[in-house]
């Protein structure tokens, strides 16, 4: 029972342009959100992340929006950068439990 | 740098032969995880510690084992590795809260 679904496996966007990275959930409890990114040979590391008293959270370039009624959140990347070619994971969490990931999206910008 | 290590950073062991994984981390989480990545599939939690509680996920193999002799070290044991163990093996840390910090992983090889 896949809880958490990226049903895109790959995205390939142009430098300088929007990205756009979904992700779905079926667990009503998740409260919490968290993008990860994936280079390869590395582990994933923390990006950004929403709770679900929120519909929006912008970190620079990066900004996670949640709408919990179609239980989709999405990462939003803009201007894209070539170094942000990785893989990227959408995880949720509910009340603090452990972390539920994705199967994740290949993001590949070109220059 | 406070940081999550994982050493070896990839492992080769022959089918049968019990292999062990380590994992360090100098940012003095009481949470440490064991997750398990297959290609192209999310991350899979197999235990994890709270302090020195061990939480197993009721879908982890009886294969694997895990130990943290201190806070600081976290050591996963492959007692009969088989072929389809073969993947990436994360280990994360956090600090009671959701945004894990991960190691870069090690890749174990089963031959």
């Known amino acids: 029972d896949q809880q958490v679904k990226q049903n895109s496996p790959s995205l390939s966007v142009q430098e300088g342009r929007i990205s756009i990275l979904n992700c779905d959930y079926t667990?009503?409890?998740?409260?919490?959100f968290l993008w990860y990114k994936k280079y390869p040979a590395e582990g994933p590391t923390f990006l950004i992340s929403?709770?679900?008293?929120?519909d929006k959270n912008e970190d620079g370039r990066f900004t996670v929006f949640l709408n919990k009624s179609a239980k989709h959140l999405s990462l939003h990347i803009v201007p894209s950068q070539p170094g942000d070619s990785a893989v990227y994971f959408c995880?949720?969490?509910?009340?603090?439990?452990?972390?539920?990931f994705g199967e994740g999206t290949q993001l590949t910008v070109n220059p | 740098d406070a940081m999550v290590i994982q050493n070896p950073r990839y492992q080769v062991t022959q089918f049968g032969k019990p292999v062990t994984l380590s994992c360090s981390q100098t940012?003095?989480?009481?949470?440490m995880y064991w997750y398990q990545q297959k290609s192209s599939q999310a991350p899979k939690l197999l235990f994890h510690?709270?302090?020195?509680?061990?939480?197993n996920e009721a879908d982890t193999p009886d294969n694997f084992q895990s130990r943290r002799p201190n806070t600081s070290f976290c050591f996963l044991d492959i007692r009969s590795p088989g072929l389809g163990d073969a993947a990436m093996y994360l280990c994360?840390?956090?600090?009671?809260?959701?945004?894990?910090?991960f190691g870069p992983g090690t890749r174990l090889t089963v031959t």
């Open positions: 994360a840390t956090s600090r009671d809260t959701l945004a894990v910090d």
């Open positions: 667990n009503s409890m998740f409260d919490y």
């Open positions: 929403i709770s679900s008293i929120k």
């Open positions: 995880a949720a969490s509910a009340s603090g439990s452990r972390l539920t």
């Open positions: 940012l003095n989480h009481n949470v």
């Open positions: 510690y709270y302090d020195k509680d061990f939480n």
